[in-house]
Antibody, heavy 120, light 101 residues
Framework: QVQLQESGPGLVKPSGTLSLTCAVS?????????WSWVRQPPGKGLEWIGE???????NYNPSLKSRVTISVDKSKNQFSLKLSSVTAADTAVYYC?????????????WGQGTLVTVSS | SYELTQPPSVSVSPGQTARITCSGD??????AYWYQQKPGQAPVLVIY???ERPSGIPERFSGSSSGTTVTLTISGVQAEDEADYYC????FGGGTKLTVL
């Protein structure tokens, strides 16, 4: 079955750029699915960041759109997240997930998540 | 933009039925999904398309929809069901902490 694994730096300096990668195994990123990023600040709820299709089409949360870029690397079967101009408010566990439809699909499965702390 | 509203907490005794609601103006026209999240773990899909269960999810989990509200029902609650539950359709609800007394 499909499994997802996030990777990337666990510490990012304020005003810097957060960069994470999600490796997909057990299935092809070029299947008929979207692929999403979701984050969860410590002790708080879930927030959808954005999604990408293997064609490169993207949709972003309007509240983060100006700072987010999601890209796909089909040769490596992975997709990536970049979040620029980060502040302490961007400290969160970041999850990647398979997304069944554009914008309004359900997410299954999820990666285990990776904690990113924004601090100097 | 729209919102999905959940109660912050629900408490039930073992063996009882827990009902967690999620309200939103967009819901009558669309499906909703539910996730269970235990401490330190990633969310897990428990209900999709209002009432469908993924393989491996116990039958005691069910979903329903009426008007602008969708409901996750857990029948015969067990201690292992204690978790945070999130509804989702485009955006996530704020989450409901289910406590098993």
């Amino acid at each position: 079955q499909v499994q997802l694994q996030e990777s990337g730096p666990g510490l990012v300096k304020p005003s810097g750029t957060l960069s994470l990668t999600c490796a997909v195994s057990g299935g092809s990123i070029s299947s008929s699915n979207w692929w999403s990023w979701v984050r969860q600040p410590p002790g708080k709820g879930l927030e959808w960041i954005g999604e990408i299709y293997h064609s490169g089409s993207t949709n972003y949360n309007p509240s983060l759109k100006s700072r987010v870029t999601i890209s796909v690397d089909k040769s490596k079967n992975q997709f990536s997240l970049k979040l620029s101009s980060v502040t302490a408010a961007d400290t969160a566990v970041y999850y990647c997930a398979r997304d069944t439809a554009m914008v309004t699909g359900w997410f299954d499965p999820w990666g285990q998540g990776t904690l990113v702390t924004v601090s100097s | 933009s729209y919102e999905l509203t959940q109660p912050p907490s629900v408490s039930v005794s073992p063996g009882q039925t827990a009902r967690i609601t999620c309200s939103g103006d967009a819901l009558p026209k669309q499906y909703a999904y539910w996730y269970q999240q235990k401490p330190g773990q990633a969310p897990v899909l428990v209900i999709y398309k209002d009432s469908e269960r993924p393989s491996g999810i116990p039958e005691r989990f069910s979903g329903s929809s009426s008007g602008t509200t969708v409901t996750l029902t857990i029948s015969g609650v067990q201690a292992e069901d204690e978790a945070d539950y999130y509804c989702h359709w485009g955006v996530f609800g704020g989450g409901t902490k289910l406590t098993v007394l």
